[in-house]
């Protein structure tokens, strides 16, 4: 199983065929020759309330006047306090002890870690394995990346990757057979089960997953019947249960946690994008307050960056959760995702190579298929989820994509605006999009 990411090259001095980035504002970015684009993808899911929103930069300068960084061990800072208040103040009951970290992969491993030696508090230092799901993405650093299902991205780490045990992700979808979707909802769920027993479940420290799937799945959304029966699985064997929401988290699928959606309760949140929401780099593991006391009493967390909760980074997270609360801007997500996920079904009429259109709020996403009734991949020669992007983008369309090769899910588009998308724009988003699908139909000769 592997995961066809384009071959990149991230470092710098590298071009990597795209404009110089001039400004933002709202939903929009320039390019340095002017041209204008639609962040149809907050980045990465990332710019949940806009670029360069006014009061989030007048905090930033504020603090920037004040300090910009105090070693945690030599001070503590009245941003992230504050902060570490309102989030917890969001949590669901009992999980009030926050931990910052500077991004996703870093919230991750904290968890994996707090959860390790949690279990050690616990007298129970044989569990260590930590059970995932194929396809999934939970970051690029060694440790969350042997927890991440795509193959493509982990394979060349292989010696140096303690590499997770993976149950499949609940496609349910895909399935054609006659099961109703909470009944393949249970059943995947159960495959959790399985795997616990055949591990070893006295071996089993905890199970990760992203509560609504992000690039890897293209917002996948599992029936209902598969959240309560997960947790009851983690119940019964005494697994944690640790809950990705990097990109699910700070309203973007209309519920401040996408857990909630299914009152889901989990031991263990990672937290990141949509928190810093592109103005600083910011993440935060969650933690049920018996947990994070049990490792304290142990002896402590044995863990930490050194920027990690700087003021400056808290004070835009904090600027940040206030303009998410002042401009209500979940049920903004909810409301225009609903409005976005509707004209994004619509199209399925128009092009018949739409498989699925899937997601909650604004975490949404549509597949390509060669054939809706079979849900058969596209060609992997079309490059679609190349091609279809690259066309958007000319455009001025930003969108995301992904393809899983080699597993079930096939080509997928994420188009997840800022919260902040106006009704004006989900039009343009839609002009943009269904004149980018008839170029490729064109092209592709579908
Ligand atoms: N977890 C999820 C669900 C993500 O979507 C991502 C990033 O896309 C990460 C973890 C890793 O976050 P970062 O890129 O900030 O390290």
Known sequence: MSDGLPPSNLFYQTRLRRPQLARGAGVYLWDSAGKRYLDGSSGAMVSNIGHSNPAVLAAMRRQM??????????????????LATRIAGRMPEGLDRVFFVSGGSEAVESCLKLARQYAIARGQ??????ISRFPSYHGSTLGALGVTGMSLMSAPFAPMLRESPKIPAPTCYLDRDALTLEQRGLRYARMLREEILAQGPETVLAFIMEPVGGASTGALVAPDSYYAEIRAICDEFGILLICDEVMSGAGRTGRYLASEHWNLRPDIVALSKGFGAGYAPLGAMVADGRIAEAVIDNGGFIHGHTYAGNP???AAGLAVLEEIDRLDLITAAEQQGQALKARLE??????PFIGDVRGKGLLLAFELVAERATMEPLPVGLNAHLRLVDIAYDAGLIIYSRRTRGGRIGD???VCPPLIVSDDQIDEIMEKLTASLE????????
């Open 346 to 351: 619509a199209t399925m009429e128009r092009f």
């Open 312 to 314: 400056l980074a808290c």
């Open 125 to 130: 230092a044989q569990r260590w394995k930590v």
């Open 412 to 414: 997928h588009f994420l």
């Open 439 to 446: 170029s490729f139909a064109r092209e592709a000769g579908l």
């Open 65 to 82: 006047e004040l300090s910009t960084f105090g070693y945690r061990l030599h001070f503590e800072n009245e941003p992230a306090e504050k």
